[in-house]
């Protein structure tokens, strides 16, 4: 049912990056529309991170780049953004890191701030451990939290920088946890990948 988000759309046309004249990007196209798990594959220095960093609008580009939810034109405040580890120190709840993922959209703690995080956690299992120290979390709970402070921010897009893809025990609970939301949302989600080429596939269209 696409009733929820019937026309979410990430288009890039004739898309390039540079730095100092020196190209990262060259006149990429795609198209990403609702309940799309897409990854970006690409040797080290293919422009991966690049890619992201400019979507969110971080870095400048040229060609277009369009976000539309329907008929209705959205900017980069779609996308979802993690904190820096390095801006925590080890005493940071769980309650307390999601909470900066959502004041980083919001700047000023909204009224249903509570609630949007409990729903985060929630769906990442981690309710239980909101308020234990970040430092005290296995490295796969460390990933959900680090999901759930992109969930706690509504985003109709997700870019993950670098994650490891293959199935691992770190790894499966949190694939399948965005899975389950790419699914359920209609929404987009956006990862790189390391491989031996430069490519865009689509690995996975949830209806």
């Given at each position: 049912n696409f009733?929820?988000?019937?026309?979410?759309?990430?288009?890039?046309?004739?898309?390039?990056?540079?730095?100092?004249?020196?190209?990262?990007?060259?006149?990429?196209?795609?198209?990403?529309?609702s309940a799309t798990?897409?990854?970006?594959?690409?040797?080290?220095?293919?422009?991966?991170?690049?890619?992201?960093?400019a979507i969110e609008g971080r870095i400048r580009h040229t060609g277009k780049l369009s976000i539309t939810d329907g008929d209705t034109v959205i900017n980069e405040s779609a996308i979802a953004r993690p904190i820096k580890r390095h801006l925590l120190n080890a005493e940071t709840s769980v309650y307390q890191f999601v909470l900066l993922g959502l004041l980083q959209k919001t700047?000023?703690?909204?009224?249903?701030?509570?609630?949007?995080?409990?729903?985060?956690?929630?769906?990442?299992?981690?309710?239980?451990?909101?308020?234990?120290?970040?430092?005290?979390?296995?490295?796969?709970?460390?990933?959900l939290a680090e999901l759930a402070q992109l969930f706690v921010q509504n985003p109709k897009i997700i870019l993950i920088d670098e994650p490891e893809v293959h199935p691992n025990p770190?790894?499966?609970?949190?694939?399948?946890?965005?899975?389950?939301?790419?699914?359920?949302?209609?929404?987009?989600?956006?990862?790189?990948?390391?491989?031996?080429?430069?490519?865009?596939?689509?690995t996975g269209l949830f209806r």
């Open positions: 009733s929820v988000y019937p026309m979410l759309t990430l288009r890039l046309s004739h898309f390039g990056v540079a730095y100092s004249g020196i190209p990262a990007i060259v006149d990429l196209s795609l198209e990403l529309t798990f897409a990854v970006v594959s690409g040797v080290l220095g293919a422009g991966k991170t690049s890619l992201l960093r700047w000023s703690r909204p009224a249903d701030a509570d609630e949007r995080i409990q729903k985060a956690l929630e769906r990442c299992c981690l309710l239980h451990k909101s308020q234990q120290p970040i430092s005290s979390l296995s490295p796969s709970e460390m990933r770190v790894n499966s609970d949190y694939l399948s946890c965005i899975s389950k939301w790419v699914k359920e949302t209609k929404r987009l989600l956006c990862s790189p990948w390391k491989r031996n080429r430069i490519s865009v596939s689509l």
